[in-house]
Nanobody, 129 residues
Framework: QVQLVESGGGSVQAGGSLRLSCAAS????????AGWFRQAPGKEREGVAT???????AYADSVKGRFTISKDNANNILYLQMNNLKPEDTAMYYC???????????????????????WGQGTQVTVSS
């Protein structure tokens, strides 16, 4: 059984930092891309950052230069380092994995939620001004 378990969310003031983690277990096939998404109340889930099997990364314009996605392949842990947080970053953050179709990080970012087969339960990030 596949499980993705996020941690690291919390409440910070604007300008602060958080690091999200996502521990994956039970994935027995190649996954070409993993990613982080977020969803604010009343809004659609949006892609934040993706990383492909070559280690190439892609970011939404709204987080470029502030967020960094990385992956510890040995331990199957996906990270999202978030710096210089802004109130508009407030959302539930989800990790996603299990892309079985070969594609790049940039391609996956453009496709949104559709390529992913597995999702975490989410971790809340709240940024106050």
């Amino acid at each position: 059984q596949v499980q993705l378990v996020e941690s690291g969310g919390g409440s910070v003031q604007a300008g602060g930092s958080l690091r999200l983690s996502c521990a994956a277990s039970g994935i027995t096939h190649i996954s070409y891309v993993a990613g982080w998404f977020r969803q604010a109340p009343g809004k659609e889930r949006e892609g934040v950052a993706t990383i492909d099997s070559d280690g190439t990364t892609a970011y939404a314009d709204s987080v470029k230069g502030r967020f960094t996605i990385s992956k510890d392949n040995a331990n199957n842990i996906l990270y999202l380092q978030m710096n210089n947080l802004k109130p508009e970053d407030t959302a539930m953050y989800y990790c996603a994995d299990g892309v079985m179709l070969k594609m790049t990080a940039i391609q996956a970012l453009g496709l949104g939620v559709s390529p992913y087969n597995y999702w975490g339960q989410g971790t809340q990030v709240t940024v106050s001004s």
